[in-house]
């Protein structure tokens, strides 16, 4: 009977596309929801316990619990789950362009499970990034489950993107806009239809379970005087600055830091140290942060208040991100551009208090300018801001600072926050080519199994060890690290490798586009080349020859056509 009845479903599946996409945006909202319950709990229980001492306890608490609590998460992570370590978002624009492995059921759970852990235990992070993760594993779930073509597979991951955002924000329209800008960069109809459906399903479910009220409900600010521009623009100006500084420092951080701590579980030992440490200061830096938000967008705070927090949130989000604690870059970029509008709007006001500035006004502007500043999706940023707090009066400043936001931190910093994530991770992605080789790195082509050979190995010994003939053969020093080459006619004679070894006319690195590799091949007039690991290491990591990339391009035309 079942056996009779699957295919039926899978069958119907394909045909009527729509009822499986509300299917997947309703699972999505209820995902959703399930996570921001098991994210209250856990901060209530895990950092607001530790709030709640007093005296010395208390800030042994505070550090201690996030120390901890990241220990816990990385080691777990690493031992069972270690492709849901990297950044959410990058890790989907991955999942999305080339291996949707990376949102398979074992990432996808501990991604659930031990994020909201992370955020309760104090991370100075979002929900936002790691529930996209999860509804778009969802949604690959259903479309596997359903056995849809590849294609359709695919496409799915931009439905599970709107989905998430639109359910953990109730922001529908935000969703599907973020989901064209960052993830598929494009408007197909097909895509934009079904992206369309998934994020009002997630929407209603979120509304169904969890009320629907406006995440960052403000009251409706205002502003007259069309100098008061200009403190706009000083608020795009300063956020273009620090959020295009901020990527930079989160890139060489995150290298400085695997290199003096190579052990995940060590680094996010100290990031939990350095996040206590800044919470005992600035408790309001702790976690997702949302009440602070609010708090400033309802005019609280004061100039230096606000400056504090802007300042130490800044620093702790690097710190965060750089040492691989889990959560999202959403939230955190709102509650930095808040601060940052709130404390130059407060501060207006003490300098010109004739002028009547709203400091309201300046913390929602400065909230969009941040986000598009460190994310890049302008219209995005403009559109969360409005969903998020409900006010439509502030449009034209909110254009002009996320303008002058994006354009000082492109300038800064030429890649996005996920963009620059995803090349740390080792992942390049295609520009827009037809060539099926375009977003394959040359580590995914190379043959990794090289015979090489040693300076000071005899000819007799290398070539009794051979048993399949090469053109070339790579040779190491002792140290190691890679040499030069020798060629097969030259193992013909007497004495040592070192006797003969020649210098190529290119070595590839193996994090380099295939693509450059074969227009330097090209150049060079060679059709194979030894690939390193680096340029400081130089390590033989693998072999590029020409059967190597006929294998590879037929490989990624096939995947096409799945």
């Keep these: 009977m079942i056996h009779s009845v699957v295919p039926r479903i899978r069958s119907a599946a394909r045909q009527f596309l729509l009822p499986t996409l509300v299917v997947t945006g309703a699972l999505c909202g209820v995902a959703a929801a399930l996570f921001h319950r098991f994210l209250e709990a856990a901060r209530l229980l895990l950092i607001g316990g530790a709030l709640q001492q007093h005296g010395v306890v208390r800030s042994i608490a505070v550090v201690a619990t996030p120390m901890v609590v990241f220990t816990l998460i990385a080691f777990a992570i690493r031992r069972f789950a270690p492709r849901a370590v990297g950044a959410n978002l990058a890790r989907v624009r991955m999942a999305y362009n080339k291996d949707p492995q990376l949102l398979g059921k074992r990432s996808v759970l501990a991604t659930f499970i031990a994020t909201p852990l992370s955020l309760g235990a104090g991370a100075p992070l979002g929900p936002e990034g790691p529930i996209v993760v999860v509804s778009s594993g969802i949604a690959i779930l259903i479309g596997r489950a359903l056995a849809l073509p590849r294609k359709l597979i695919r496409g799915m991951i931009p439905v599970g993107v709107a989905a998430g955002i639109a359910a953990i924000f109730n922001t529908p329209i935000t969703g599907v806009v973020f989901a064209l800008e960052e993830v598929f960069g494009t408007a197909d109809r097909g895509l934009l239809g079904g992206v369309l459906v998934g994020a009002v399903a997630a929407a209603v479910t979120e509304r169904a379970l969890l009320g629907g009220e406006a995440l960052l409900a403000a009251p409706s600010s205002s502003w007259s005087d069309p100098r008061e521009l200009f403190g706009f623009a000083l608020i795009g100006i300063v956020a273009g600055l620090v959020s295009g500084l901020a990527i930079g420092a989160m890139h060489r951080l995150k290298k400085l830091w695997a290199k003096a701590m190579p052990s995940l579980v060590v680094r996010a030992a100290m990031a939990g140290a350095i996040v206590g440490a800044i919470g005992l200061v600035a408790p309001e830096t702790l976690s997702v942060g949302y009440e602070s938000v609010s708090l400033w967008l309802h005019g609280g705070g004061s100039a230096s208040s606000a400056g504090i927090a ?30 940052l509008g709130a404390a130059l709007g407060h501060g207006a006001n003490l300098l010109f208090p004739a002028a009547h500035i709203d400091p309201r006004a300046y913390a929602i502007v400065g909230m969009g300018s941040f986000f598009a500043g460190l994310l890049r999706s302008p219209i995005a940023a403009v559109l969360i801001v409005i969903e998020l707090t409900r006010d439509y009066e502030l449009v034209v400043p909110l254009m002009l600072a996320v303008t002058i936001g994006v354009a000082i931190s492109h300038r800064l910093s ?23 080789l375009a977003s394959l790195v040359v580590s995914s082509v190379m043959s990794a199994n090289v015979i090489a050979f040693r300076t000071n190995d005899t000819l007799a010994a290398a070539r009794a060890s051979l048993r399949q003939r090469h053109h070339i053969y790579p040779v190491v020093d002792d140290s190691g690290a890679f040499a030069g080459i020798v060629t097969a006619d030259a193992l013909a004679g007497e004495g040592t490798i070192g006797d003969v070894i020649e210098q190529p006319k290119l070595v590839a690195l193996a994090t380099e586009r295939t693509l450059d590799l074969i227009e330097r091949m090209q150049i060079a007039g060679v059709d194979r080349c030894v690939v390193i690991d680096g340029r400081v290491t130089r390590r033989v990591a693998g072999f590029v020859s020409p059967s190597d990339i006929l294998r590879a391009r037929m490989s990624a035309l096939r995947d096409e056509q799945v």
């Excluded at 620093?315 to 970029?333: C, R």
């Excluded at 890649?415 to 060539?435: K, T």
């Design 414 to 436: 030429p890649l996005s926050i996920v963009e620059q994530q995803m090349i740390d991770e080792g992942w390049i992605e295609a520009p827009e080519s037809g060539d099926p």
């Design 310 to 339: 802007f300042g130490l949130k800044t620093l702790v989000f690097v710190a965060a991100i750089s040492g691989g604690v889990l959560g999202g870059t959403f939230a955190p970029s709102l509650f930095i551009g808040a601060a």
